[in-house]
């Protein structure tokens, strides 16, 4: 029987788990304000995850245009802070 560390593990587990997703929304944020800066982090209300896309809501209007400029980055940021190609789109509410 081969010997798996715990990391190893949990990281089948996540990778074959139904919460998935949510796994991931809770780890997103987490390191959300590190990711986009200490403003966006203060005026998001909500980010998850469903299957490969980010849905950010906020209620401020100049912001929402701005993230919708900014979905590549976005997109981008997200994937480098979560070690994998999780996002391919964004969607801003």
Do not use: C
Request: proline share 1%; net charge neutral.
């Amino acid at each position: 029987m081969s010997e798996v560390s715990i990391k190893e593990a949990m990281e089948q587990f996540i990778k074959q788990s139904k919460q998935r997703n949510g796994l991931r929304s809770v780890q997103l944020e987490a390191v959300w304000e590190e990711v986009m800066g200490v403003t966006i982090s203060k005026y998001t209300d909500k980010i998850s995850i469903v299957g490969q896309t980010l849905f950010i809501t906020t209620m401020v209007g100049p912001l929402k245009q701005e993230l919708h400029y900014q979905r590549a980055l976005i997109i981008q940021r997200v994937n480098e802070a979560m070690g994998e190609s999780l996002i391919k789109e964004v969607v801003i509410q």
